[in-house]
């Protein structure tokens, strides 16, 4: 039998995804799962985007331009600067989805062999990205007890070695939602301007803040012309995660025309999800409004829920719509799998990520797990129940 490549045994499974067998059983047998394993929200995508994908009118289905298309990026690059980001249309790189934007820009900046600094818990994927372009990822550990807040800019310095080419941040953070500050950021910056470090910053929550906080953007910040890379996508800003479209920006022509290397090499972004973001753009801002005002319920719901049972603690996010619980478990792996194959309250359960597959550490966060807002408040409220007795039920769990 031919033997599979080392890289595909190595690759991690997703998290978000890998327990999806389990929930099939479970709604095979007639259970209601209550998923909040994944960030695909039940908001409606706006309806100017529908539109304009209805109202299609060409008649060859063509290749795009392997950049995007024109049109679409100086749509993009009017709403950037809209907020403040000083930006040419030639400096954007449309991408299938924040994810491919994400492995460019990887491949881009950081050699096989060489390392990538990012703070964890981070975007399983992360781990994903980088094993397939041989990078190596340093984690830097965030603690539940301060929020997941930024870890000291000391403890980075530690870490960069002759290696190190790049830092990834995701703010507002996916899984933990926690908001970096300007403070945060400007730390960061006088990092990577010392160490001559690329700083790439996944920005696909930036819509989703709370409590009247400020997002910043190394967009914003002096002297990172050079340095910062943004990592966009549609997916959460619309509610339109299956038109996978994204982009990567950077002020950096020689970064820029590397990675449109790699953008040509798998063609061209998707023509369809184009028009339907270019449409997208003009979205009214009541749209965001609502939405981010039904976010905040729902993060308040599931915050207050969660820490009201006995042995659970969830810091209150700033951002983004996720939450990083720490449960009474031996291990959320077991427990997550376990509360889909054998626990059903009212014949309903809930589906949820263990926080493990967020970690690059080795056993940490083996009793935390991921839990997305992305559903109404009456289901979160079941999904809480289910969570709380299913708690109490568990063979597993840790007084």
């Not at 953007?217 to 995660?241: F, N």
């Not at 009456?378 to 289910?386: I, K, Q, R, S, Y």
Request: hydrophobic residues 40%.
């Amino acid at each position: 039998m031919p033997s599979i490549s080392v890289k595909g045994r190595e690759m991690p499974a997703s998290p978000i995804r890998k327990l999806t067998p389990y929930a099939d059983k479970a709604k095979a047998d007639g259970k209601q799962v209550y998923h909040l394993n994944i960030g695909q929200p039940d908001i409606e995508t706006p309806e100017g985007m529908l539109d304009a994908i209805r109202n299609i009118d060409f008649k060859v289905w063509a290749y795009t331009p392997s950049e995007g298309t024109a049109s679409y990026r100086n749509k993009l690059s009017g709403y950037y600067n809209g907020l403040g980001y000083n930006i040419a249309a030639t400096d954007i790189l449309v991408t299938n989805g924040g994810s491919e934007a994400l492995a460019i820009a990887m491949q881009a900046c950081v050699n096989p062999g060489e390392e990538i600094i990012i703070p964890e818990p981070f975007y399983a994927n992360y781990n994903s990205f980088a094993r397939s372009a041989g990078i190596v990822v340093k984690p830097i550990l965030s603690y539940i007890d301060d929020g997941f807040a930024l870890p000291p800019i000391a403890d980075f310095e530690k870490l960069i070695t002759a290696k190190t080419k790049a830092i990834a941040i995701c703010s507002p953070n996916n899984p933990t939602g926690y908001l970096y500050s300007r403070e945060e950021l400007e730390a960061l910056r006088d990092l990577c301007i010392k160490h001559d470090l690329f700083l790439l910053s996944d920005e696909a929550y930036r819509e989703f803040c709370y409590d009247g906080r400020e997002f910043i953007s190394p967009m914003h910040l002096e002297g990172l012309e050079q340095h910062a890379v943004i990592i966009d996508t549609v997916s959460k800003r619309y509610s339109a995660c299956g038109a996978r479209l994204g982009c990567m920006i950077t002020k950096n022509q020689e970064l820029w025309q590397v990675a449109l290397k790699f953008a040509q090499a798998r063609l061209s972004p998707p023509a369809v999800a184009q028009l339907a973001a270019e449409a997208a753009v003009d979205t009214p801002q009541s749209y965001f409004d609502a939405v981010k005002r039904e976010y905040e319920a729902r993060r308040d719901t599931l915050v207050e829920g969660l820490n009201g049972i006995e042995g659970v603690k969830c810091p209150n996010p700033g951002g983004a719509f996720y939450v990083l619980a720490q449960l009474p478990v031996d291990d959320a792996d077991r427990f997550c799998q376990w509360i889909l194959e054998h626990f059903a309250h009212e014949n309903q359960t809930v589906m949820m990520a263990p926080a493990s597959g967020f970690y690059s550490t080795p056993h940490a966060g083996k009793d935390q797990v991921r839990l997305a807002y992305v559903l109404n408040t009456t289901d979160l409220n079941n999904a809480l129940v289910c969570l709380e007795k299913g708690l109490a039920a568990y063979p597993g769990r840790r007084s």
